[in-house]
């Protein structure tokens, strides 16, 4: 009897000690992913919020510059096409072409300059800026515990817990260019079309 004590014992303890480990990483696990969850959930706020602001700015171009109805639709599009993203890969590629038709539709404003002396235009001007900060502030935050979150399920026992409790590897949310960025690189050229109109 007493040798096989000195065997089940040992063996008691391990399963034990595995048991234990296996339950101790996977809480760390669900831990991790509730904060990215969460700081997903943050950065998805900030993108609509700014995505909200994008009819009245349409509207307010709109009023000054009728004539150009290809960058309005190209604006809309952009937003529909945001609204139909669902992973963070798509929601970023969304999101820089959004960037993209924004920036033409500012430059488009910067030469209106009855427009830029409206004070509901510079109140979306400041709004939009500020949502951006916000957006580049949450997509960092974001990202950094992507980044660790992905390092632990990688790791040696870890990456055994999280294969088999379901804890997949979440996908980071690209770098994007701003609407005033983009304003930026698009504003020459539409200075080279204002010049080419005036010329005979």
């Known amino acids: ?39 997903w959930a943050d950065l998805d706020a900030q993108l609509r919020s700014r995505a909200n602001l994008i009819p009245d700015l349409v509207s307010a171009v709109k009023n ?21 993203a669902t992973t963070p890969s798509a929601r ?9 038709a924004l920036g033409r539709l500012l430059a488009i404003a910067a030469n209106c300059p009855e427009l830029n002396e409206e004070e509901d235009f ?19 935050r974001y990202n950094e515990n992507v980044e660790i979150y992905n390092t632990c399920t990688g790791g040696f026992l870890v990456s055994y817990v999280a294969g088999r409790a379901g804890f997949l590897p979440r996908e980071q949310f690209e770098s994007l260019k701003s609407a005033t960025e983009t304003q930026g690189e698009t504003a020459p050229d539409e200075a080279e079309t204002e010049k080419n109109r005036a010329m005979p």
Not at 92 to 100: I, R, T
Not at 122 to 140: F, G, N, P, T, Y
Request: proline residues 3%; aromatic residues 6%.
């Open 1 to 39: 009897m007493k040798p096989s004590i000195y065997i089940v014992i040992p063996i008691v303890a391990l399963a034990l000690l595995g048991v234990y480990l296996f339950f101790s990483q996977y809480t760390g696990l669900v831990v991790m992913n509730k904060v990215v969850n969460q700081d």
């Open 92 to 100: 970023a590629e969304a999101e820089e072409a959004l960037a993209d």
């Open 64 to 84: 000054h510059v009728p004539d150009e109805e290809e960058v309005f639709t190209g604006v809309t599009d952009a937003r529909g096409k945001l609204a139909a």
């Open 122 to 140: 510079i109140r979306l001007q400041l709004e939009l800026a500020d949502a951006e900060k916000r957006i580049e502030v949450s997509r960092k």
